[in-house]
């Protein structure tokens, strides 16, 4: 099947690029450093007196988030730049002429880019995650409370900046698909930080932001779920008292929220199949 064809070269192109190579030695410096501070949480004094096993896992979880927030982000941008050229590039090189010009559609053309992009970043979320959680695990005795809900939830957001990039990329440039996602990303995240300000000022208006963000481009959405799925139980009792703070997250998605999000990405794969198909080559 040529979509399957079309995947492995994709896959083969990223292994061949030097960007991978330096994401991965990146992340694992990033990796270690990190284990290095988490090994030192024990050792810490509040008021004199050593932290109790308590606080931390309290301070633990807290920095687990502020790690696994630059991941996301990181992988983020990953995404959006990488899916950027997948069709642009191929349209602006005169590569898509001479693969369209052989028996291959252009659907499977465009769902063999997004397969041989979708699997590495998958690969890459799940093995560097999971890296990160064994670790501050084996350091300091934490584990989030679902860690595959953690993972998923991280690697759908990539997924979606990954469509929706890819979706950009074949009707502009390069570069301008790529910086587009990357200022959604952004706004997306924004939009939910103040939706959460919203709720807990009890501001209605404020707080339909978030919820309209959650569900405009589902990145955001998909970031407080990992949250949830990270933070400790006391932390989420928190959040439901209104004890604790806007980054805190009370409860995790609906089923409904969820079949949204897929729906989304079907939606968002099947536009993208429209537009190329449109496309003047």
């Known amino acids: 099947m040529a979509t399957l064809v079309i995947a492995r070269l994709t896959f083969r192109e990223l292994l061949r690029r ?38 931390v896992q309290l301070a633990s979880s807290q920095l687990l988030l502020l790690v696994m927030f630059m ?53 890459y979320a799940v093995a560097s995650i999971t890296a990160e959680f064994l670790l501050v695990d084996w350091t300091t005795g ?31 440039s390069a570069i301008t698909a790529g910086v ?34 959650h569900f405009l481009l589902p990145t955001d959405g998909l970031w407080r779920a990992a949250v949830f799925a990270i933070e400790p139980l006391s932390s989420v009792l928190a959040a439901r008292h209104g004890l604790g703070s806007t980054f805190q997250v009370s409860s995790g998605p609906t089923v409904g929220y969820l079949a949204w999000v897929g729906l989304w990405l079907l939606a968002v794969l099947g536009i993208a199949l429209w537009s190329f198909r449109g496309r003047e080559i």
Do not use: K
């Not at 998923?152 to 957001?157: D, S």
């Open 142 to 172: 934490y584990l989030p409370r679902q860690m595959a809900s953690a993972e998923g939830a991280l690697f759908v957001e990539g997924l979606v900046l990954l469509t929706f990039t890819l979706a950009l990329s074949t009707r502009v």
């Open 18 to 55: 030097r960007l991978v190579v330096a994401l991965l030695a990146l992340t694992a410096i990033v990796i270690g450093l990190t284990a290095w501070g988490f090994s030192r949480i024990s050792g810490l004094h509040l008021g004199g007196s050593p932290l109790t096993p308590g606080e």
């Open 180 to 213: 587009i996602s990357v200022i959604a990303f952004g706004t997306m995240w924004l939009g939910g930080v103040a939706g959460a300000f919203g709720a807990v000022f009890h501001n209605q208006p404020i707080s339909d932001v978030g919820v309209i963000t």
């Open 71 to 123: 991941f996301s982000f990181v992988l983020a941008i990953t995404c959006a730049f990488l899916a950027a050229p997948s069709i642009a590039g191929d349209l602006e090189s005169g590569i898509a002429q001479a693969l369209l010009a052989r028996p291959v559609r252009r659907e499977e053309l465009l769902l063999g880019r997004w397969l041989g992009l979708a699997v590495p970043i998958g690969l």
